[in-house]
């Protein structure tokens, strides 16, 4: 599957964006999606997920560093998985990746995922 990643920018802090993982190649609604961040320096870090189609009903999880604020939704008929991002601090700035994948490990690891889209700057300034 070929992911491809949209939505980035520079917003101001408290503010919002919805990143887009725009899936082909494969029926997207059979794979669990995640998404990843990258800060200039630091690792990649897990920012959520949500699970695949063929479970009863997708499974959401998103990272206490960003729950409450960040929401992850998937329009299997689109092919498309989102992120929403609220209330964005600086902290945020990094490039984001989304991945997808068909293991039935940790999803909030970077083994749990097969396919990688090639990411999207966002920048928050403060």
């Known amino acids: 599957v070929q992911l491809q990643a949209s939505g980035g920018g520079l917003v101001q802090a408290g503010g919002s964006l919805r990143l887009s993982c725009a899936a082909s190649?494969?029926?997207?609604?059979?794979?669990?999606m995640g998404w990843f961040r990258q800060a200039p320096g630091k690792e990649r870090e897990f920012v959520g997920f949500v699970t695949d189609a063929t479970w009863s009903g997708s499974r959401t999880y998103v990272a206490d560093s960003v729950k409450g604020r960040f929401s992850i939704s998937r329009d299997n008929a689109k092919n498309t998985g989102n992120l929403q991002m609220n209330s964005l601090k600086p902290d945020d700035t990094a490039v984001y990746y989304c991945?997808?994948?068909?293991?039935?490990?940790?999803?909030?690891?970077?083994?749990?995922?097969?396919?990688w889209g090639q990411g999207t700057l966002v920048t928050v300034s403060s």
């Open positions: 991945a997808a994948g068909q293991k039935h490990g940790d999803l909030t690891t970077r083994s749990g995922y097969d396919y």
């Open positions: 190649g494969r029926t997207f609604g059979n794979y669990n």
